[in-house]
């Protein structure tokens, strides 16, 4: 099947620092990549739309200045979350589907999971 | 009201028993239906896709859809310890990927 890897798995940063967090499509093209947002025991949050070669849609109450979304190849969507504070302390997951179908069927990379001292 | 509607009140069965699961949505324009499954630490993982209304089945997972009561199951025969996990229902319309989740239900199967 589809599979999509994201690295790093997980990282540990000091506040004010910036982390990225890359997610490939290793088998399959993806012109459009998912990030999301999960907190503890609650359901994924859509945080943007990763589309190849143009800007990211983010969703309402997501700041784009801080996180930053570059999706420069059919493979590769890059989620840089800037000047980190605790508070964005979470676990990021990413998710694509196979280029030119719109039938809901996504694969989900393994999570990277932020921890901002 | 939100989109897609899941109790999420943990569940726990003894080994061997069924476990049901469902979800209820308020967008008639949803037409994919799936269930996928998340262990603690790790990204969901595809279980079950559904288009349209009918049952799909798939060794010991039944995934139902009935669209006229906007009412969507997913079965677990003969669950085991290993199908300990979160299960999360989602579904999307035509012509985008963008999925609505349900909360998740936490299902943990005792031996």
């Known amino acids: 099947g589809a599979v999509v890897s994201q690295h790093p798995s997980w990282v540990i940063c000091k506040s004010g620092t910036s982390v990225k967090i890359e997610c490939r499509s290793l088998?399959?093209?993806?012109?459009?990549m998912f990030w999301y947002r999960q907190f503890p025991k609650q359901s994924l949050m859509l945080m943007a739309t990763s589309n190849e070669g143009s800007k990211a849609t983010y969703e309402q109450g997501v700041e784009k200045d801080k996180f930053l979304i570059n999706h420069a190849s059919l493979t590769l969507s890059t989620l840089t979350v800037t000047s980190a504070h605790p508070e964005d302390s979470s676990f990021y997951i990413c998710?694509?589907?196979?280029?030119?179908?719109?039938?809901?069927?996504?694969?989900f990379g393994e999570g990277s999971r932020l921890t901002v001292l | 009201q939100k989109e897609v509607e899941q109790d999420p009140g943990p569940l726990s069965v003894p080994e061997g028993a069924i476990v049901s699961l469902n979800c209820t949505y308020s967008?008639?324009?949803?037409?994919?239906f799936m269930w996928y499954r998340q262990y603690s630490r790790k990204g969901p993982e595809l279980l079950m896709y559904t288009y349209s209304s009918g049952n799909k089945e798939d060794g010991r997972f039944t995934a139902q859809v009935d669209k006229s009561s906007k009412y969507i199951s997913l079965f677990i025969r003969d669950s085991q310890p290993s199908d300990s996990a979160t299960y999360l229902c989602?579904?999307?319309?035509?012509?985008?990927?963008?999925?609505?989740f349900g909360k998740g239900n936490q299902v943990v199967v005792i031996p």
């Open positions: 998710s694509a589907g196979l280029a030119g179908r719109n039938t809901g069927e996504l694969f």
């Open positions: 967008n008639s324009a949803f037409q994919y």
């Open positions: 088998d399959f093209q993806a012109t459009t």
């Open positions: 989602a579904m999307s319309a035509p012509g985008n990927n963008r999925l609505a």
